[in-house]
């Protein structure tokens, strides 16, 4: 019995392969600001990613710096009233000094079920995001802070608090270092299920 025909051709299996393998989470970028067409194509193919029901639950925000310069300044007041002026002037250096700003938002909803799908459908988006980025050279931090839950960073967006929340704020630009990770091996993290 033949194999099924793969309309994707070996080269592109294996390109694919290596840019799940090799994408992380960047820290550190140097001073460049990738295009805007970078990035707008990248949002192109984030929604293409699977969303139960077809609801295209996300919305992204692609955030210019003098916004983000906003964005830094109230991250700086929630470490402040935390961590003390040391620490909270340290983050607001280091944020004002990301090249790149996204937030992606995902559409509330009132059934419990269905905005667990659309939270999923999002992050499989933001995937999608980051491995066309980084296919590119460009690579990606993707914060959750408590910045992202707070009412005046949606005031910031211009976005509205009752209708979507944010599932994350993404630094992007050109990686000064790129991480060595490892994983688990596929043994602890695969479980076989058979009939009893």
Known sequence: MSEPSNPIGQSVRDAATALLK???TIHEFDER????????????????????????????????????????ALNAELVRAKSGE?????KLRRWS???GWLTITCALNP?????????????????????YLWA???GMKWGTGKVIRDPRFFEILGADPLREFAIGLFWYGYPSEVPVQTRRPV?????TVAEH
Request: hydrophobic share 40%; glycine share 2%; proline share 6%.
């Open 136 to 138: 590119h050279g460009v």
């Open 33 to 72: 600001v990738p295009p805007s067409a970078l990035i707008h194509a990248a949002v192109d193919h984030a929604r293409w990613a699977p969303n139960h029901y077809r609801t295209e639950p996300w919305r992204f925000y692609l955030i210019e710096h003098t916004v983000g310069l906003k964005i830094a």
């Open 97 to 99: 000094a990301m090249p």
């Open 86 to 90: 040391v620490v909270a002037e340290s």
């Open 187 to 191: 043994s602890e993290v695969l479980c």
């Open 22 to 24: 090799s994408r992380r």
């Open 111 to 131: 059934d419990s079920a269905r905005e667990r799908e659309d939270y999923a459908a999002c992050c499989c988006a933001a995937q999608n995001l980051m491995l």
